[in-house]
């Protein structure tokens, strides 16, 4: 395996001793008055190209310290690999791409720890900041609150397809790629930007079960419009196809009795609002005031920004969502 560039810009002063010297652990500085974000993900590969799923699982990992306010600024790589049976390229690739996608994001590795096991798996632990008195929560839902999404669903339905070698799989995993490597710190940087109080990223649970998280938290009712939500290419027809992951399905049925489906809304838009996501958007709550102000901030900057719901009211009474 070739040893990974130093990125020594984004080192200096903040790693004071890490894997250079095979150290039992790292030592790094840490922004004076702030307040640690942590966050662990990893998983198994959902394209075929090492490199991009390094990326992809890096991005995944990363995108729990934005959707809090946070700013990224350590990281530590988590590996299972089957070193006997596959070629250690692969696994060097794999983590090139997490290195370039810690790079991108500002913050810096400190090392991390590999195990041999039959099934590839890749993911960070990582480590950001926020002001102890100001960041995002699933409870920080008001009355009146507009959601904003950063980024299409439809990633868990693709990539079975990808999986399945379907029709088009080559352009699956080109669109795979395009959003679910894509960093989701523009987003963060409009959380801290406008003080906003509530927002998630949409992963394994989907965007409805994510939702429903907020809502539950905040003990408030949530609507989301389901013709607003955006879709990747060819996720629609994938779906009416039965190539729906069976989390997606799990999504569905853990969430049913908090979730009220109005008469008339598509069946596969359902499907598609609870299909498990992998590096999905960020869903911001934005006072209604602020959404013009939010939207053109976001889209100033290359991101997506879809007003796909509103918070109708909060009380004890609420937890739920609606989706019409």
């Known amino acids: ?8 810009e984004s080192e200096q002063g903040r790693v004071l001793t890490g894997t250079t010297n095979n150290e039992d652990a790292a030592i790094l500085s840490f922004p004076a008055g702030k307040a640690i974000v942590q966050t662990l993900d990893f998983f198994t590969p959902i394209v075929n190209d090492p490199y991009r799923f390094g990326q992809i699982a890096a991005a995944n990992s990363l995108s729990d310290v934005y ?62 900041y926020v002001e102890p008195d100001a960041y995002t929560s699933n409870a920080g839902l008001a009355a009146g609150d507009v959601l904003i999404l950063t980024k299409p669903v439809g990633t ?39 003080g906003l109080k509530a927002a998630t990223d949409v992963t394994g649970f989907g965007l409805g079960g994510h939702v429903l998280e907020m809502a539950q938290a905040s ?11 955006p879709v990747l290419d060819k996720a629609l027809e994938l779906a009416s196809m039965g190539l729906v992951p069976e ?42 005031a602020r959404v013009d102000e939010a939207v053109t901030y976001l889209s100033e900057r290359g991101e997506m ?12 009474d609420c937890g739920t969502l609606l989706i019409r």
């Open 1 to 8: 395996m070739q040893s990974l560039p130093r990125n020594a």
């Open 67 to 128: 959707a809090m306010g946070g700013t990224p600024w350590c990281a530590m790589n988590i590996v299972c690999f089957p070193v006997k049976s596959m070629s250690k390229d692969m696994l060097s690739e794999i983590i090139r791409g997490g290195y370039d996608k810690i790079v991108e994001s500002g913050a810096v590795l400190a090392g991390g720890h590999s195990v041999e096991d039959a099934e590839i798996k890749y993911g960070l632990s990582v480590t950001g």
């Open 156 to 194: 868990g339905v693709l990539a079975t397809g990808v999986k399945a070698s379907w029709d088009g799989c080559d352009e699956m995993e080109e669109q795979l790629y395009q959003w679910a490597a894509k960093l989701n710190n523009i987003g963060g940087e409009l959380i801290r930007e406008m």
């Open 219 to 229: 003990k408030a009712l949530v609507a989301i419009d389901s013709k607003a939500v």
């Open 247 to 288: 989390g997606s399905h799990a999504n569905k049925h853990h969430c049913k009795n908090a979730t009220e489906v109005a008469e008339g809304v598509d069946s596969l838009l359902v499907d598609l609002i609870f299909d498990a996501q992998t590096s999905g958007g960020l869903v911001l709550a934005v006072p209604e």
């Open 305 to 316: 920004a879809s007003v796909i719901g509103s918070v109708l009211k909060s009380g004890s």
